[in-house]
């Protein structure tokens, strides 16, 4: 075991920041992604409340097939 982390302990150290960091940016993009469209879906301009409304419909609907 302590040759283990001694070979590996770099790699492996190296692997779960660039984990952690692609998690970050996953995170903030769901996160601008969210806001831009409930703001759309509350916009009064007609068709950005169309295109959020249809976009929440249809990754709703795919979520809900997921599973089967």
């Given at each position: 075991m302590d040759t283990l982390l001694t070979e590996y302990g770099g790699a492996i150290l190296r692997g779960t920041g660039l984990s952690?960091?692609?998690a970050a940016i996953g995170f903030l993009g769901a996160m601008v992604l969210g806001t831009v469209l409930a703001t759309f879906r509350v916009s009064p301009i007609p068709?950005?409340?169309?295109?959020g409304a249809v976009y929440l419909e249809y990754s709703l609907g795919e979520s809900g097939r997921a599973g089967k």
């Amino acid at each position: 075991m302590d040759t283990l982390l001694t070979e590996y302990g770099g790699a492996i150290l190296r692997g779960t920041g660039l984990s952690l960091q692609l998690a970050a940016i996953g995170f903030l993009g769901a996160m601008v992604l969210g806001t831009v469209l409930a703001t759309f879906r509350v916009s009064p301009i007609p068709p950005l409340r169309a295109f959020g409304a249809v976009y929440l419909e249809y990754s709703l609907g795919e979520s809900g097939r997921a599973g089967k």
